[in-house]
């Protein structure tokens, strides 16, 4: 055992007794903090707010569930707002998204159409926190991080929405269609903002969904169609 897993395995048993002690986990790891993080308008919010809000969040059950939640990453005012179901395993330990083998995937296909998540992407999730076992997230779960993604979209103001999966393009699309029929198509997303916003009109984002790069490592014939769907969002971009 290295010195760096003695070091988690030591933080994880501080907090296991915290959680028997109080009932409830408390991170031990401060929120992530956001270069160039631009408030949407003077006085208004900022992606740093919301990360600080949603690791203090306790609307749900996942809250005592999880390590750590997974806010988001990636640059202010993206190209592309890169959006999944839920956060894995590893993304609960680290409190990033897509950090696992299926980010690595992923970051490889934002690669592939020139996006990355250091220069013009965000990535961040439906739901914060890691559902137990990697379950599906719940409606009410969903439900109570939906304020968090509005808000995340307010503040980021992208270009183009990419769902990863059927999960993300279901929530975002607010449809019970199976990914298969929402792939690879356009489709005109209109943001919906806190009560509270002052915004006179909420833009129209171009939003496309493909297959979650999951997905991708069970069935590798679904790559091509994965790869083609891409192809019409890079297509979309440069045009």
């Known amino acids: 055992m290295t010195a760096e897993d003695k070091t988690r395995l030591a933080l994880l048993l501080d907090t296991a007794g915290a959680f028997l002690r109080d009932c409830h986990w408390r991170e031990r790891k401060a929120p992530p903090v956001f270069e160039d993080d631009v408030p949407a308008e003077p006085g208004g919010d900022s992606l740093e707010t919301i990360a600080v809000e949603i690791h203090e969040c306790r609307a749900c059950g996942l809250c005592g569930l999880r390590i750590l939640p997974v806010p988001?990453?990636?640059?202010?005012?993206?190209?592309?707002?890169?959006?999944?179901?839920?956060?894995?395993?590893?993304?609960?330990?680290?409190?990033?998204?897509?950090?696992?083998?299926?980010?690595?995937?992923?970051?490889?296909?934002?690669?592939?159409?020139?996006?990355?998540?250091?220069?013009?992407?965000?990535?961040?999730?439906?739901?914060?926190?890691?559902?137990?076992?990697?379950?599906?997230?719940?409606?009410?779960?969903?439900?109570?991080?939906?304020?968090?993604?509005?808000?995340?979209?307010?503040?980021?103001?992208?270009?183009?929405?990419?769902c990863m999966g059927r999960i993300a393009a279901q929530t975002m699309l607010r449809t019970g269609e199976g990914i298969g029929r929402l792939r690879g198509k356009f489709f005109d997303y209109t943001p919906e903002y806190p009560p509270d916003n002052n915004a006179a009109i909420a833009p129209v984002i171009p939003l496309i969904a493909t297959y979650h790069p999951s997905a991708l490592l069970r069935d590798a014939e679904l790559k091509r169609p994965a790869w083609e769907d891409l192809k019409k969002l890079l297509a979309r971009i440069q045009t």
């Open 72 to 162: 988001g990453e990636g640059v202010p005012q993206p190209r592309v707002l890169v959006i999944g179901e839920a956060p894995g395993s590893e993304e609960d330990e680290r409190g990033k998204p897509f950090v696992g083998v299926a980010g690595h995937l992923l970051d490889r296909m934002l690669a592939s159409v020139n996006l990355s998540r250091t220069t013009n992407c965000f990535i961040t999730n439906t739901v914060k926190c890691r559902p137990p076992g990697n379950r599906d997230p719940s409606p009410e779960e969903t439900a109570s991080c939906a304020p968090f993604l509005a808000r995340q979209i307010r503040v980021l103001r992208p270009a183009y929405i990419l």
